[in-house]
């Protein structure tokens, strides 16, 4: 069984910075890709970001391109967002997931465990 946990979220104002933090425990986190989704208000769930297994590889949504940044820590079985210029859009429940494939992945489909979430709110 594998637990995720998130923390780091807050309110900020815009154009502020946040890095989320998402640690693991039970499975080892370095074979597996990670990622992160959120979910708006009165919105579906969107993937934001992933990472492969070793970290050499990183795929990101249109809206976190060139503001965000994924990263991980394998030995500390812990994977990063690091949250740059928010926008009052970028409000959410961001949540942290771990793939069963190895490379980076935007596909639910491939997550298989799911942390409860932490929310990030951007005040204009």
């Known amino acids: 069984q594998v637990q995720l946990t998130e923390s780091g979220g807050g309110l900020v104002q815009a154009g502020g910075s946040l890095r989320l933090s998402c640690t693991a425990s039970?499975?080892?986190?370095?074979?597996?890709?990670m990622g992160w989704f959120r979910q708006g208000p009165g919105k579906a769930r969107e993937f934001v970001a992933s990472?492969?297994?070793?970290?050499?590889?990183?795929s990101y949504s249109d809206s976190a391109k060139d503001r965000f940044t994924i990263s991980r820590d394998n030995a500390k079985k812990t994977v990063y967002l690091q949250l740059t210029n928010l926008k009052p859009e970028d409000t959410a429940d961001y949540y942290c997931?771990?793939?069963?494939?190895?490379?980076?992945?935007?596909?639910?489909?491939?997550?298989?465990?799911w942390g409860q979430g932490t929310q990030v709110t951007v005040s204009s």
């Open positions: 990472i492969s297994w070793s970290g050499d590889r990183t």
């Open positions: 997931a771990q793939a069963w494939v190895v490379a980076e992945t935007s596909k639910e489909s491939e997550y298989d465990y």
């Open positions: 039970g499975r080892a986190l370095g074979t597996y890709a």
